[in-house]
Nanobody
């Protein structure tokens, strides 16, 4: 059974930092065949992509809203992807989800095959 376990959310003041983790297990294919994306969904808003990493070569892409503040990375030995979030803003408040796809980063949400349960990030002003 494939599992993506997202963790690391919490309450932080504006300007603060958090690091989210996404631990993967149960993949039929090798971990480095997957792209892992972080997404977020704020109350009343659609789910949006935040960052993605191709675990095979570490190439990344980011949403414009987080570029320069968030960093996605992968530890393939641990089957874990991280999202380091610095300079947090109240607009970053959302449930953050990680998801996996065998397709390249940049594909739309329906092409992500596996999803974690989400972790809540709340940024106070």
């Amino acid at each position: 059974e494939v599992q993506l376990q997202a963790s690391g959310g919490g309450l932080v003041q504006a300007g603060g930092s958090l690091r989210l983790s996404c631990a993967a297990s149960g993949f039929k294919d090798d971990f480095d065949e997957y792209a892992i994306g972080w997404f977020r969904q704020a109350p009343g808003k659609e789910r949006e992509g935040v960052a993605c990493i191709a675990t095979i070569d570490g190439s990344t892409n980011y949403a414009d809203s987080v570029t320069g503040r968030f960093t996605i990375s992968s530890d393939n030995a641990k089957n874990t992807v991280y999202l380091q979030m610095n300079g947090l803003k109240p607009d970053d408040t959302a449930i953050y989800y990680c998801a996996a796809t065998l397709r390249p980063c940049g594909v739309s949400i329906p092409y992500y095959d596996y999803w974690g349960q989400g972790t809540l990030v709340t940024v106070s002003s």
